[in-house]
Every structure is written in structure tokens, then in C-alpha cells.
T-cell receptor, first 114, second 111 residues
Framework: EAEVAQSPRYKITEKSQAVAFWCDPISGHATLYWYRQILGQGPELLVQFQDESVVDDSQLPKDRFSAERLKGVDSTLKIQPAELGDSAMYLC????????????FGPGTRLTVL | QKEVEQNSGPLSVPEGAIASLNCTYSDRVSQSFFWYRQYSGKSPELIMSIYSNGDKEDGRFTAQLNKASQYVSLLIRDSQPSDSATYLCAGKTNSGYALNFGKGTSLLVTP
């Protein structure tokens, strides 16, 4: 069964350090999303890619966050430097081109910043 | 007003009962809606999508969309303890394909 892969599953870091998360979409899915979910809240979009192009990064804190999808397949989300408030679940989701926009999530990366 | 709103619960129902989960949305959200189930510590899992007015059934799940009232609901028949989870309602934004999520409703099915 096709799944979205993410790594690492868990990351503990100290504030001011750099962290990176990786996402491998379902094969053939052109649209990739990074969401952040704080405990007790719904996921919130950070950045959306269509193939290798950024479609929406209006909610991405660009002073410390960056995202790339160089070959239009897998993607990396980076935080540098990490802050205490960045502790959250980082979720990658992908969708195909069927037009119904059903998004499928990976297992997520649980980030704890100490 | 947030784009998608849900009562956070918890909603408690006995095993075998019907669980009814509700969601309202603003004008900034388009007409495609999705229900995700999220177990504690896990990622959201898509369980239902609905695009047109009316009901859509899939097994024990029925999604209902009322565009005039800007209201979406999810009914779970014959609720099981394994249905205990947080249910997230999401709608597609009018400006693109990203989803706006509600905060989620916590459902507890008691044996």
C-alpha cells in the first residue's frame, strides 16, 4: 500500500540548534504539504509545493524555517535556530492530480525543543 | 471567525450507539470537506470526503453536508471502543488546495 514516509519520527533538540525533517510522498503525487500541529489544535499549513515549486508559504516563518523540494519528489523542512515554541508535530501530506484534493498524511515528526 | 469550527468535546457515547460529530465553516472555505481520524500521538487518517450537498455513506460512517447552513457532520453508527479518537473536520480553502482544519472533537466510546 502506498504511504507517505517521514523521518525522523522523533527529534529532541536544544533551542538554537538546527533540525531537519524529511518527507517522501506517495509515488506520483505532485502536491506536497508541510503542516504543523500543536497539541490540542488542528494541523496548520506551513508550505505547499506543486512539483518543485512553492505554491503557498505565506504561513512559513521564513526567518528560521526553510523548505525545499528540489527534484519535485522528496522534500526537506529545516528549522534554524529552533525555539521552544517550535515544539509540535510536523506533518507531511501529499495529494494526487485527481482534483478531489484528498490528502494523505505521513506518520509525522514529533519535535521537542528543550 | 475561524474558517472551520468544531466543538472540542469530549463527546462520550456508549458502545453500539450513534456518535454525531459536527463542524461549521466560513465563506472562506470552499465546498470540499474531509473528515480525518487521529489517534493520540498518531497522524491524521482520512476516513471520509464529501463534495456535494446531502449524505455520503461508507460502512458505519455517514458524512452530511448542508451548504445553505455551512454545516458538515459525521455520523458513526454502532460505535466501537476502537473509534475513540479525535475527529478533525477540514475544508479546502477557496484560494488553493491547502486544507483548513478545525481543532478536532475528542470522541470516547465506552464499553
Amino acid at each position: 500500500e502506498a504511504e507517505v514516509a517521514q523521518s525522523p519520527r522523533y527529534k529532541i533538540t536544544e533551542k538554537s540548534q538546527a533540525v531537519a525533517f524529511w518527507c517522501d510522498p506517495i509515488s506520483g503525487h505532485a502536491t506536497l504539504y508541510w503542516y504543523r500541529q500543536i497539541l490540542g489544535q488542528g494541523p496548520e499549513l506551513l508550505v505547499q509545493f506543486q512539483d518543485e515549486s512553492v505554491v503557498d508559504d505565506s504561513q512559513l516563518p521564513k526567518d528560521r524555517f526553510s523548505a525545499e523540494r528540489l527534484k519535485g519528489v522528496d522534500s526537506t523542512l529545516k528549522i534554524q535556530p529552533a525555539e521552544l515554541g517550535d515544539s509540535a508535530m510536523y506533518l507531511c501530506a501529499t495529494s494526487g492530480t485527481s482534483g478531489n484534493n484528498e490528502q494523505f498524511f505521513g506518520p509525522g515528526t514529533r519535535l521537542t525543543v528543550l | 471567525q475561524k474558517e472551520v469550527e468544531q466543538n472540542s468535546g469530549p463527546l462520550s457515547v456508549p458502545e453500539g450507539a450513534i456518535a454525531s460529530l459536527n463542524c461549521t465553516y466560513s465563506d472562506r472555505v470552499s465546498q470540499s470537506f474531509f473528515w480525518y481520524r487521529q489517534y493520540s500521538g498518531k497522524s491524521p487518517e482520512l476516513i471520509m470526503s464529501i463534495y456535494s450537498n446531502g449524505d455520503k455513506e461508507d460502512g458505519r460512517f455517514t458524512a452530511q453536508l448542508n451548504k445553505a447552513s455551512q454545516y458538515v457532520s459525521l455520523l458513526i453508527r454502532d460505535s466501537q471502543p476502537s473509534d475513540s479518537a479525535t475527529y478533525l473536520c477540514a475544508g479546502k480553502t477557496n484560494s488553493g488546495y491547502a486544507l483548513n482544519f478545525g481543532k478536532g472533537t475528542s470522541l470516547l466510546v465506552t464499553p
